[in-house]
């Protein structure tokens, strides 16, 4: 025992058992392995930390160069091997990290490093090395990186504003969104300004309270103006976080930012829109208020909380009980039947006809309910409106009045009324055709213009027709005379008036207004054969009657100069008689042509 415990040689190989046992442990620890290779003998051997990161077992295979060669990846075998030639030619450290492929098909990242052993001449003999499974790291590395271009994609595609501020204000990072929010043509622009010089002075305060909250650790939001480099104003609203470091400690601002300008811009819209809204509700004399179901009052306008007041004796508001006892039993039965019925689901309109206890003046009023109903369809109120027809039903009354009138006038009257389509065809004709023109009123609709009118007067009714519809609504074209067959089948003369309401909604067509002018065109034509007639006496007068008369001034005036003989006294006298006498016939004619210009029956009515 003494003896073999004091052996060297034992010592020594105890001693080299415990440094490989302890070696294999570091390998293992670190997934580490170590292999050399001989350039001389070009053999090569490997740890067993090397077989087990290729996940190999060193009895079952004898390691060879072309082993080694094809346990590397077959994208990284070309860089392997170059980087090996350019270590033994070129002398440069050997530091490779690649993919090897184990024996079961597994993928593993290595990094090697190695020195070379040289001769005196600087021929290598030997390398020796050692390689690490980095997989683990490696992997992790790729995944971070992955997910910083993942996060670095939708920063750069995030269409709101992503900023990163130094504690101090200025700013570090921005997205294009950023950018082009603040009017920045490059990153250079705005990298390293001061985000305050962007924002409204005025509003400057709530940027700088978010800020601080930040870096106090508090998340905030706030919203405030921004100032573009270019002097575009735009409201903006931002959430701002603190980004910290390792240690925890707050080394910058991270801030989501957006353009919320049109937002505010539907806000202030929506804000005037209520505005306006409340003063047009409490600017009428309509009654506006909703209840809920206990008949309390949720909302009103002023005319209906005057009302309110005025029946409760005191100031009314929300929340009051809307029937009112003291305005009498049937008023408040009356009225806590109304709300029943719309509580109950239905939607109804009421009219109501009163004396009004505050201007003593009959009103009429037209009373509507709606049910309120939630998101689930449950009755939770009743909305109701109250508007004064009072003003409508005078107006009613007034235009059946005058519509009881105009009926009268129109079926009593001398004069037709039709309501034309552009083709003559009628739409509408007044009772008064029955008394003008012997038609019914459905005859006469079923009649066109061109079935009644004188042939001869046919092309100047279509002119007419033609003419009307080139004038504005409204306008009318000058009166003109017709011939029209009667039902009887005499032919009148009517006088017609052309207006264009083709666009009056309530008429939709051509009024002809025509009356009867028959007599006066009878009498029109009498008078122009009176004016024939009388120019035929004019003639005579002027051209008969001047030849006898001349004859007889001029005897006279011979017979007064006494130069005459007695026989030519006689001739003369003689010649004086005839023409006497034949100015007495002409006399006599004019005065029979006379009495033929206007006959008895005419004279007796002039």
């Known amino acids: 025992m003494n003896s073999s415990s004091n052996d060297p040689n034992l010592k020594n190989s105890l001693k080299n058992e415990n ?11 670190g997934k580490l392995g170590h292999w050399e290779f001989d350039f ?52 440069i450290p050997y530091n490779l990290e690649c993919r090897l492929i184990t024996a079961k098909g597994n993928i593993k990242y290595i990094h090697s490093q190695a020195e070379v052993i040289r001769d005196e001449s600087g021929i ?30 939708i920063l750069q595609s995030e269409p709101e504003c992503v900023k990163v501020v130094s504690p101090d204000g200025i700013l570090i990072e921005m997205n294009p969104a950023g950018l082009s929010m603040i009017e920045a ?70 801030s989501l930012t957006r ?40 909302a009103a306008n002023q005319s209906f909380l005057d009302v309110l007041s005025f029946l409760q004796k005191v100031p009314a508001k929300e929340g009051d009980n809307v029937l009112i006892k003291t305005a009498g039993e049937e008023f408040y039965y009356k009225w806590k039947h109304y709300y029943e019925r719309g509580l109950s689901g239905e939607v109804f309109t009421a009219y109501e006809n009163f004396i009004s206890p505050i201007t003593n003046q009959e009103e009429h009023r037209e009373v509507s309910f709606k049910p309120i109903r939630n998101v689930d369809g449950q009755i939770t109120g009743l909305v109701c409106f109250s508007k004064d027809i009072s003003s409508l039903m005078r107006k009613s009354k007034e235009l059946l009045l005058n519509e009881k009138r105009f009926r009268v006038l129109v079926e009593n009257g001398a004069d037709v009324i039709m309501i034309l389509n552009p083709r003559g065809q009628g739409k509408y004709v007044s009772p008064s055709i029955t008394k003008v023109m012997g038609y019914t009123e459905k005859e006469a ?20 027709l033609f003419e009307v519809l080139a004038l504005p609504l409204g306008a009318s074209l000058q009166s003109q005379t017709f011939r029209a067959k009667h039902k009887d089948g005499s032919w009148r003369y009517v006088e ?31 008078i122009q054969t009176q004016n024939q007639k009388l120019k035929s006496i004019a003639w005579t007068q002027s051209h008969v009657v001047r030849s006898p008369l001349a004859r007889i001034m001029g005897i006279i005036e011979l017979i007064r100069t006494g130069s005459l003989t ?41």
């Open 124 to 153: 290598p003999l030997q390398i020796v090395g050692i390689f690490q499974d980095v997989t683990e790291r490696t992997e992790s590395y790729y995944k971070l990186k992955q997910q910083e271009l993942r996060l670095s994609s």
């Open 185 to 254: 043509d490059t990153a250079e622009d705005a990298i390293g300004q001061r985000v305050e010089s962007l924002i409204e002075p005025s509003d400057l305060k709530y940027y700088q309270n978010i800020h601080e909250n930040a870096l106090k650790g508090i998340k905030s939001s706030a919203r405030f103006r921004m100032i573009g480099m270019k002097g575009t104003h735009r409201w903006m609203e931002s959430t701002a976080v603190p980004l910290t470091n390792q240690n925890g400690e707050i080394t910058s601002v991270l």
């Open 496 to 526: 017609s008036t052309l207006t264009n309401m083709l666009s009056d909604e309530s008429i939709g067509g051509i009024v002809d207004n025509f009356h009867d002018v028959t007599e006066k065109e009878t009498q029109m034509e009498a």
């Open 445 to 464: 609709l079923s009649l066109s213009l061109f079935d009644v009118v004188h042939p001869d007067d046919a092309p100047k009714l279509k002119k007419r």
């Open 40 to 91: 001389i003998n070009q053999t090569i051997h490997w740890s067993q930390g090397v077989f087990s990161i290729l996940e190999m077992d060193p009895s079952t295979m004898p390691v060879s160069l072309e082993l080694g060669y094809n346990s590397v990846h077959p994208d990284d075998r070309e860089k392997a091997k170059q980087h090996m030639e350019d270590v033994i030619t070129k002398r």
């Open 19 to 29: 440094y490989l046992l302890i070696f294999r442990q570091m390998e293992t620890l």
């Open 259 to 298: 353009d919320i300008s049109d937002k505010v811009i539907n806000e202030e819209k929506l804000i005037r829109i209520k505005r306006n809204q409340e003063a047009l509700i409490n600017s009428t004399s309509d009654l506006i208020w909703s209840i809920d179901t206990n008949y309390c009052l949720v």
């Open 566 to 606: 007695q026989e030519e006294e006689k001739k003369s006298l003689r010649y004086l008689l005839e023409s006497a006498n034949e100015l007495d016939d002409v006399i006599g004619d004019i005065v029979r042509k006379s009495q033929e210009v206007i006959p008895p029956e005419f004279n007796s009515k002039t």
